[in-house]
């Protein structure tokens, strides 16, 4: 297996229509093996595109991920659509290069024209060369057949009575195959499928779209703000600064499914909910959770961000907890429970 490319901090997370992607392989790695982020893969494979067992890049992270490594600050949020324009619309091109490199398309557009027009031709001259063919009469099957009908585009008569001039405006079929060329002139469009112009090895590693982590606020196509997430955003925090891995937990009904190491080694341990500290539920919720995730060897984990100024038994921390060893502030906290059904 080769060694990846080492990847540049802060990286960029493209945003496209309010949905968080990662489309370099290096760095779908690198968040994979130190962070803990695994998104989703969402791309079709390029060998086998109709089947959906198997998917490919680019991944697909949720809004819990992409706010989780902003706020660590290795990565950047990217407006998808401005960097597209901004790196293949707006290369610094001159006009007489623009105008150059799309009259290059345009040949190799003309050139694929001009070769399925000699091909059409040529299958239509076949066709005709077969229906000119002598053919036997239906009414005279002993006696054979001296003339083929011959068809003009240009006479609706199959009997002139001048058979000479008739047969001299029809073209031959060399220059109808020549009108068939030149009825293909417009040439074919042609999707580049390399960068222009083309990228040299010997070049320096690309900068990383997000620049510096001084500069990112500076650039147009970074989007400065968080992502928005929902509230159950802090039990993800809790469990990730646990060691946890996180993936979306829609195969058993709940918010998150809560794995001990990597997904690839690694059966999921919880299936986990988020609550606001004050959020009303019902108790079926509860039993029904608890029975599910008891019937499939796991934890039915509930929790949520302790309410400020809450006077439970373990909600007041003291005030050296609040603060981390870089400085960070920690004083939000997160309890979770348990819940397991024992009458199974």
Not at 171 to 179: E, F, N, Q, Y
Not at 253 to 260: E, K, L, S, T, V
Request: glycine content about 10%.
């Amino acid at each position: 297996m080769s060694t990846p490319d080492p990847v540049t901090e802060p990286f960029p997370i493209f945003k496209l229509a309010y949905r968080y992607l990662l489309y370099d392989v290096d760095t779908i790695y690198h968040v994979r093996a130190k962070y803990n982020i695994t998104g989703v893969l969402i791309g079709c494979l390029p060998q086998a595109p109709q089947q959906n067992v198997f998917s490919g890049v680019p991944v697909e992270l949720m809004p819990e991920e992409a706010r989780l490594l902003v706020e660590k600050g290795v990565a950047c949020v990217v407006d998808d659509v401005k960097i597209h324009k901004q790196g293949f619309l707006d290369n610094g091109l001159g006009k007489e290069q623009i105008r150059a490199y799309r009259e290059s398309l345009r040949r190799q557009g003309a050139a694929v024209a001009g070769h399925k027009g000699k091909q059409s031709a040529e299958r239509k001259k076949a066709a005709l060369s077969k229906k000119m063919e002598p053919k036997k009469s239906f009414k005279d099957a002993n006696q054979p057949a001296t003339n083929a009908v011959e068809v003009d585009g240009n006479d609706n008569s199959l009997f002139d009575p001048n058979p000479d001039s008739r047969a001299a405006k029809r073209p031959g079929l060399a220059s109808m195959a020549s009108d068939a060329i030149a009825t293909m002139a417009d040439p074919f469009g042609v999707t580049p499928t390399v960068s222009y112009p083309p990228l040299s090895s010997t070049l320096a590693p690309p900068k990383s779209p997000c620049g510096t982590s001084e500069s990112i606020v500076e650039l147009p196509y970074v989007d400065s703000s968080l992502p928005d997430v929902p509230s159950s955003y802090s039990i993800f925090k809790h469990l990730h600064e646990k060691g946890y891995f996180l993936a979306p937990g829609l195969r058993f009904g709940c918010q998150y499914m809560a794995y001990p190491g990597d997904p690839l080694r690694f059966h999921s341990h919880f299936l986990c909910n988020g609550l606001d500290w004050d959020q009303e539920f019902d108790l079926l919720d509860l039993v029904g959770g608890g029975r599910l995730g008891t019937g499939v060897k796991k934890g039915f984990l509930i929790g949520g961000e302790v309410k400020q100024g809450d006077v439970g038994r373990r909600s007041r921390i003291d005030e050296s907890e609040h603060k981390s060893r870089n400085g960070k502030d920690f004083s939000k906290e997160v309890r979770s429970f348990c819940i397991e059904w024992g009458g199974m």
